[in-house]
């Protein structure tokens, strides 16, 4: 197998805070011998559990950046047991372009698992995950939110799994975590992504989707700031009391859960994050903006439920997701 490219600037068994960088080779326009630069932290106290932490897998997502360079600043080494892996803005160039894929190559992040070393740019950041940094994790909190196309309800999330204790156990550091909303994931595009090869590795997986529209608002950056000491807290790595949250649960049972536009245009929602629907209950409705005089058409909900994400802009395109529809149920 060829080696990663990637280099860590860090000590991975060295005692201590120490901040550094992951080092990929890009040659470019501007710099021939140029690198890819991303900031890491690396906490090691004694002995314990690893927990990776990561944000920016998109890089027009906000919430899990802040939290993670705010704990990266103010993490002290005596307050861990374990080990805390810190790397706020995984997809570094998409981060710095404020973009969901990558400038350099289009790719998406999470949709490149396992990636290669001889890859993309892209490719070769997701080689390095999942070569060197998922396998020496027990615990991964991966941060999300809805970038610039979507808006959610505040939530944390792990997935239904084969492994009902590898479920549990994610289930119970969502429960730490503390969000307004706790979901049980469906996935619609589950290939190639970074919680498959973390969940595959039997590691203990824990998402979220905080908020969107392309910014953070105060309210969810203090619950990913809030909820990510929770959970470390909880998953033995962070000593401390977990802060306990009211959280309401959600299912995704099924793919009934998503609504898609099938034309494209002006939006108007019918119905807004947090509002129950019924099966069959208008939930927008799309203005053709090529001409005045046509009606529009009207997007119906699938399933029964609460809404729970929307389409952001106010533009949509053919094959868009419109809204997602979850069915609220006991933790």
Known sequence: MIASPISATVDFAAAGVNHGFLRLPYSRDDAAWGSIMTPITVVNNGDGPTALLTGANHGDEYEGPIAL???ASRIKAQDVTGRIIIVPAMNYPAFGAQTRTSPIDRGNLNRSFPGRPDGTVTQKIADYFQRVLLPMSDVVLDFHSGGKTLDFLPYCAAHILPDKRQEEQ??????AFGAPWSVKMLEIDAIGMYDT????????????????????????????????????IAAGV??????????????MPDDTCFTFAEDGGLIEFLADLGDTVEKGQPVARIFNVTR??????????????????RHFPGIVKPGDCVAVVGVMIEG
């Open 292 to 309: 005045c005089g046509i009606k529009p058409v009207t997007v119906h909900a699938n399933r029964s439920g609460l809404v729970m994400a």
């Open 238 to 251: 962070l000593k401390g009391e977990v802060k306990q949250q009211p959280t309401q649960w959600l299912d």
């Open 69 to 71: 360079f705010d704990l």
């Open 197 to 232: 090869a973390a969940e595959d590795m039997g590691k203990i997986f824990v998402t979220t989707e905080l908020g969107g529209g392309g910014t953070a608002t105060a309210h969810t950056a203090g619950i990913a700031k809030r909820g990510v000491e929770n959970l470390l």
């Open 170 to 175: 994610s289930f119970d550091l969502v429960r």
